[in-house]
Structure formats: C-alpha cells, structure tokens
C-alpha cells in the first residue's frame, strides 16, 4: 500500500535540518496538488453525474473515518453557510460519531455494522448521493457506507489515495489521488490528507456551481448571519 510504505526518500528525516524537513514536507504538498491535478477529469466526471440527482431533490452524505472523515464532514458542513444547502439534505458520516471530530476513537473505523445502520437510517434512495473518503481504499467503516448506500440505489462516489482497492473498485466514479508515500510514513494527514481537502472543495464546488448557486463569481444563495456577511 503506497500510503504506508517507507520511502528512502525520507530515510533519517528526523536527522536533518529544520529546513530541510520544511522543505520536504512542502514538496510533499505540491505532489498532492499534482496527484487532484491528474485526477481533474474523474472529477469532472463525479461531479456531473451528482448534479442531477441534486437536481431532482435527492439528497448528499459524506462518509469517513480519522482524518478522512473529518475531512469529509467539513467539507459537508460547510455547504450550508456557503450555499445554503439545506440540511435536511445533508448526512454526514464519521466513524464513532461527533466524539470523532475532536479527538481519535479507537477502533471505530472497523465499525461495519453501525455503518450501515446510519446509512439505513438516512432511508437512502435512487435520488441520493454519497461521497466516501479512505486514504487506504479499504476503511471497514467507510466501505461499509457504500456499499450499503449502492444498494439502496444511491449514487456513489469514491476518495481513496491508493489504486485497486475496495472503495475504488466498487465505486460508481471512483477518484484515485496518487500521493504515494509520506514523509512520515503511513501519516495520511499530510499529503493524502491535503489531496482530499483539494479533492472534495473542487467537487461540492463544481456542483454548486452547477446547481446555480453561483452567479457572476458570486455566492448568491449564502446566509448573511454574522455582521462579515452583511457586508459581504
């Protein structure tokens, strides 16, 4: 699994300067934006086919677990202040909950069943859509989501920093962000993780913006609920 492997690259990083670690690590975040760059087309792909399930009122869920999941569940959250996407509209899935968001749960990520309970409990439909995150392709959590999500007839979409896996393979549009090993090995909080952000701000972007939400550059469906955005 490219995520996990130790690259020679970064062999006694610990060792070198402080410099060179920030250098390192810099150019760790620029392959990230490389590896969304050469997936820009898969993107495109995704975000077409949500547009019109959304369109007909179907409804968006975000599934992940770790920092997958909480990058997953902030891009979700930040729908409804940006474009005021409706939040009955909107089901966000992290392994072992809220707690999750703020503090590791050990051994959530294996959680298959309570997985599917929350997807069933959404009611998923033919309209719906789902967007599941795993760095390692093969979160028992977050695959558990989709595939539970595919049999309800929901549309799926797939996140994963590591090629022929599970969530890719069983995916309707999958999205393989090649980030390759990290500086830190098996820490997907860095590149992976950046990748991921990328990933999802350009997809729930290029929906938006499709679903009209956007006019001339601007945000026209937001929510003025603080005096920054009265201004605004």
């Known amino acids: 699994?490219?995520?996990?492997?130790?690259?020679?690259?970064?062999n006694a990083i610990e060792a070198w300067s402080p410099g060179d670690i920030l250098d390192a690590m810099i150019e760790g975040q620029f392959a990230a934006v490389a590896a969304v760059r050469a997936a820009r087309p898969l993107l495109e792909k995704a975000a077409l086919a949500i547009e019109p399930r959304l369109r007909d009122g179907g409804r968006l869920a975000?599934?992940?677990?770790?920092?997958?999941?909480?990058?997953?569940?902030?891009d979700g959250a930040e729908l409804m202040p940006t474009f005021s996407w409706p939040q009955e509209r909107l089901l966000l899935l992290i392994a072992g909950g809220q707690e999750a968001l703020v503090r590791s749960v050990e051994g959530a990520e294996d959680e298959s069943e309570e997985a599917v309970g929350l997807v069933r409990g959404f009611g998923m439909?033919?309209?719906?859509?789902?967007i599941a995150v795993a760095a390692s392709g093969t979160t028992p959590f977050t695959l558990a989501c989709l595939r539970e999500a595919k049999k309800h007839g929901a549309l799926t979409i797939a996140i994963a920093n590591n090629n022929d896996t599970p969530l890719l393979a069983e995916a309707q549009h999958p999205v393989w962000l090649d980030t390759g090993p990290e500086p830190i090995a098996g820490s997907t909080r860095m590149k992976a993780?950046?990748?991921?952000?990328?990933?999802?701000?350009?997809?729930?972007?290029?929906?938006?913006i499709r679903l009209g939400r956007v006019?001339?550059?601007?945000?026209v469906d937001l929510q003025a609920v603080n005096k920054k955005l009265v201004r605004r």
């Open 1 to 10: 699994m490219e995520t996990e492997r130790h690259s020679p690259r970064y």
């Open 62 to 74: 975000y599934a992940g677990a770790g920092t997958s999941g909480r990058l997953a569940v902030q």
């Open 125 to 130: 439909d033919p309209r719906d859509v789902l």
């Open 193 to 208: 993780g950046t990748a991921q952000r990328i990933a999802l701000n350009l997809l729930s972007s290029l929906v938006m």
């Open 215 to 219: 006019y001339r550059g601007l945000m």
